[in-house]
């Protein structure tokens, strides 16, 4: 019986044209091994404002593709700035309209950091708070912090620093390891 190839679902929390976040996201797929499809979700702007009343069929167009690319994902990779102390509003939107579905219930979930030290904590705290709500195994293996400054990317919009290169290939070795017990047993 063939296997599909693992499905690494890419989430952005930033909506910042140019941001180091999705930086990094773009230099995760282009790092990933051989053999892995990389998604990088688009959708975050088009979401609408979570309320619970809505959450029920038909859902919105645009909750059933994020719902779908998750439900279709191997394993999902954030990399999401902290602003005010926390995630941003369009950020915490996205993973409310996760909480009443199931597609993130047992999903080897990961992060990356890629704020200057002595920042991002709060963004990792409400992470790991709000995943613990929607039931997703965070693979703490591959939570990674890989700060990146301004100019970190280059002109194909990836991450040109050969270090930081080689963490985020790490740290999608390691989430896909951390999927790797379920995708063996017909899981996921």
Known sequence: MPTSPPVILLLSG??????SNEAAL???????????RTVLYDGLPSLPHFNPDDDHDPLPRPVTELRAAMAEATAVLICAPEYAGTLPGSFKNLLDWTVGGTEICD??????????AGRGQGADATLRTVLGYTGAGIVEEACVRIPLGPGAAGADGTVTDPGAREQLGRAIGDLLAGAAPATATGGL
């Open 14 to 19: 930033s909506l910042r044209a140019g941001s």
């Open 26 to 36: 773009r230099t995760a797929q282009a790092v990933a091994p051989a053999g892995v």
């Open 107 to 116: 999903k080897p979930v990961a992060w990356v950091n890629v704020a200057p």
